[in-house]
């Protein structure tokens, strides 16, 4: 919205927020700025639960990079804090407002600027959303593979802060494996060029990878350059039930120990299996402890996808495997994948229904480590009797627990919040991360340092005072605790 008189008398008594009304509003786009309470309010906070949520003066919706430059210049100046944002799809508190900052969202940057089929690369601005990208690509023969489960509306920017995975990262990887140019604008205002846009580059130290998954606490991210690949030929799909999720994780360890290379390698547990039933007509079986689903390309030949898909039901079989289907349709695999990227939405409906609590996990092990995860998840749930249902990217590890809990009571959420912990707990002890894609945000600044030894932390404090000297960048985020 614009400045009008009506949002000026009601700043009039902040001072602070009358300056930016009267010194950023000239400068940006007509619009660009909003300080009215019910608008900020409204872009105050991601997706995270209970994640702390402070008060902002302004929110900025920038459409050009001067909008972005204007913005940090000034507050760089007035030492005002900035939480840079996207779509706000996050469910870590990257994106929270913290109090008295400015929320600078780069969502209405949304414009594909280039698509080079010659060096098979793109170039989009921040808020453009993946699933767009994607159908942007097929007319050229190109794809861009990095897929969330919140792929249909979740921005390329906010995927290179938080370096998103998704479905398919088992065989192609993540955001960092595509970008290969950033244009960042820093705290203080100045634009910079990170990276480069051919296929090899060693001058300088690897910015691009250090600024893709900071959450927006060194840069802001005004364009993105990333590498793409042809497209993706169809895949064969294969799903197996199990009796147990310690008969699933053990098959997914010993399938990807012999060098394979699924396109896509996804688990549901018991619970996740139920919840989905209950949301939809899935079809999934009802009596199995856990559920495989498995996709192959190949090399890009039917047979190569045959021969993965027969090694993966071999392997399945070996481990205990109640039944393994196969599919060629490619509206079957369509709706397989489909369904588990209803996972989210499904627990979310149990949520609102059964108390209102869920605590979303995002740890991520070595594969063989899986079977003991499923084992001391087992005990978790004896000990509180609390349902925590888990979805994974089997192949790469990264299993997502969701903690479902009465948040009315306070014992409830207690034990929710201690098994949230525990589960991370369990992950550093397995050799593991807190966090595979989600990011540390709010959420789980506090398990930072305890992954990360002195000398790591030395060189993030290092490193985050050098670039943001003024610590106005999303402060309370990530590295607030080292």
């Keep these: ?29 007509p619009g660009a700025v909003s300080v009215e309470p019910g608008v900020v309010a409204g872009h105050a906070a991601d997706q995270a639960p209970f994640g702390a949520v402070g008060d902002a003066l302004a929110l900025v919706r920038a459409r050009t990079v001067q909008d972005v430059q204007a913005t940090l210049r000034l507050a760089s ?13 996050g469910i870590s508190g990257g994106a929270n407002a913290v109090d008295g900052c400015i929320l600078l969202s780069v969502e209405r940057m949304d414009s594909i600027l280039e698509i080079n089929t010659g060096e098979q690369t793109v170039t989009v601005e921040p808020g453009v959303i993946n699933q767009t990208l994607k159908e942007a690509l097929v007319p050229h ?52 060029r990170l990276g480069h846009r051919t296929t090899k580059g060693v001058a300088g130290l690897d910015l691009v990878g250090l600024f893709v998954g900071s959450e927006g606490t060194l840069g802001v991210v ?38 394979a290379r699924p396109s896509m390698l996804e688990s549901l547990d018991r619970h996740a299996i139920t919840l989905l039933n209950e949301f ?6 009802a009596e199995a402890g856990a559920l495989l689903l498995m996709q192959s390309n190949g090399d890009g030949h039917r047979e190569s996808a045959e021969q993965e898909v027969a090694a993966f039901a071999a392997t399945a079989e070996h481990h205990g495997a109640l039944d393994v289907a196969f599919s060629t349709d490619p509206e079957d695999s369509d709706a397989l994948v489909a369904t ?23 740890v991520c092990l070595p594969r063989m480590a899986l079977p003991e995860f499923y084992d001391r998840l087992e005990t978790i749930r004896e000990r509180t009797g609390l349902m925590i249902a888990v979805v994974a990217h089997a192949g790469d590890g990264n299993v997502h627990p969701s903690v479902f809990f009465d948040a009315q009571d306070p014992e409830s959420t207690r034990q929710a919040h201690e098994a949230f912990e525990e589960i991370m707990d369990i992950g550093l002890q397995l050799g593991g991360t ?27 404090r290092s490193i985050k005072d050098a670039v943001d000297p003024g610590g106005i960048l999303n402060p309370g985020k990530q590295l607030a605790e080292l």
Excluded at 77 to 89: E, F
Excluded at 159 to 188: F, H
Excluded at 280 to 285: C, H, I
Excluded at 345 to 362: I, K
């Design 77 to 89: 100046r007035l030492g005002i804090p900035v939480v840079p944002q996207g779509t706000r799809t």
């Design 141 to 192: 023969g190109l794809a861009y593979p990095p897929d969330p489960g919140s792929v249909a509306i979740c921005s390329i920017g906010g995927n290179v802060a938080t370096n998103a995975g998704g479905l398919c990262c088992v065989k192609y990887g993540v955001t960092r494996d595509y970008v290969r140019e950033l244009k960042v604008v820093l705290a203080d205002g100045t634009l910079t």
């Design 280 to 285: 939809g007509d899935f079809g999934l079986d």
């Design 222 to 259: 005004v364009e993105v350059t990333l590498r793409l690949v042809p497209l993706l030929p169809p895949p064969l799909t294969a799903v197996a039930a199990f009796p147990t999720e310690r008969a699933a994780a053990s098959a997914v360890a010993a399938f990807m120990a012999t060098g």
């Design 434 to 460: 807190i966090t595979g894609e989600h990011g540390v945000g709010s959420l789980k600044r506090a398990w930072l340092p305890r992954e990360l030894d002195e000398g790591s932390r030395r060189l993030h």
């Design 340 to 362: 588990r990227r209803m996972a989210q939405p499904a627990f979310e409906r149990h949520a609102q229904t059964h108390g209102g609590g869920q605590l979303l996990d995002d």
């Design 1 to 29: 919205m614009s400045i009008s008189r009506s949002t000026v008398v009601s700043t009039a008594g902040n001072p602070l927020t009358q300056r930016l009304v009267d010194e950023l509003g000239p400068e940006l786009t």
